[in-house]
């Protein structure tokens, strides 16, 4: 089973200002990584797909980028309603597992 | 409009079965491979299990083998999950999500508890 570890457990920002996350993995997804956003009540959304790919109606501002098995998730300029729960995903092999999460918090 | 609806959750005890559905609508149900996703309250989301589109590939989360069965009939546009030997572990929302993930249904409650 593939471990996906994110960090930080929590990010404490300001609008306007630019949020990186990370998602390192056990071993080698071959780009197969999906970031979802998540906020209370609601199922997760998916952002970027394939590790850097911006799934339809997601804004400019969140981009993803992977370097063997690391992979970010950065937000260039945080607006109100990006303060939210992310989680990583690999798609690369059954299981298919999420990371821990990591909280944007104001 | 593409959606997802579950149903079935619900209370039920320890060492108790459950039957979640899932109907599609708004897209060729067919043709498409289908998710189960859980999380518990405070946690991350765990995939528990796929079913490719004809129903003839199967994978389950190691957590739920031999306890919970995927299924779907097309013809009904519906996925489910018959869940057996419950245990308060499996506590959560259970989404039901489309191959690519980027839809999910609203999530239905199970809850295990005596």
């Known amino acids: 089973e593939i471990v996906l570890t994110q960090s930080p457990a929590t990010l404490s920002l300001s609008p306007g200002e630019r949020a990186t996350l990370s998602c390192r993995a056990s071993q080698r997804v071959d780009g197969y990584l999906a970031w979802f956003q998540q906020k209370p009540g609601q199922a997760p959304r998916l952002l970027i797909y394939?590790?850097?790919n911006r799934a339809s109606g997601v804004p400019a501002r969140f981009s993803g980028f992977e370097s063997g098995t690391d992979f970010t998730l950065t937000i260039s300029s945080l607006e109100p309603e990006d303060f939210a729960v992310y989680y990583c995903?690999?798609?690369?092999?059954?299981?298919?597992?999420f990371g821990g999460g990591t909280t944007v918090e104001i | 409009e593409l959606q997802l609806v579950e149903s079935g959750g619900g209370l039920v005890q320890p060492g108790g079965s459950l039957r979640l559905s899932c109907v599609g609508s708004g897209f060729t149900f067919s043709s498409y491979g289908m998710n189960w996703v859980r999380q518990a309250p405070g946690k991350a989301p765990e995939w528990i299990s796929h079913i490719s589109n004809s129903g003839s590939t199967i994978y389950y989360a190691d957590s739920v083998r031999g306890r919970f069965t995927i299924s779907r009939d097309n013809a009904k546009n519906s996925l489910y999950l018959q869940m057996n030997s419950l245990t308060s572990e499996d506590t959560a929302i259970y989404y039901c999500?489309?191959?690519?993930?980027?839809?999910w249904g609203q999530g239905t409650l199970v809850t295990v508890s005596s």
């Open positions: 995903q690999q798609r690369s092999s059954w299981p298919l597992t």
């Open positions: 999500a489309r191959v690519e993930f980027v839809y």
């Open positions: 394939d590790a850097s």
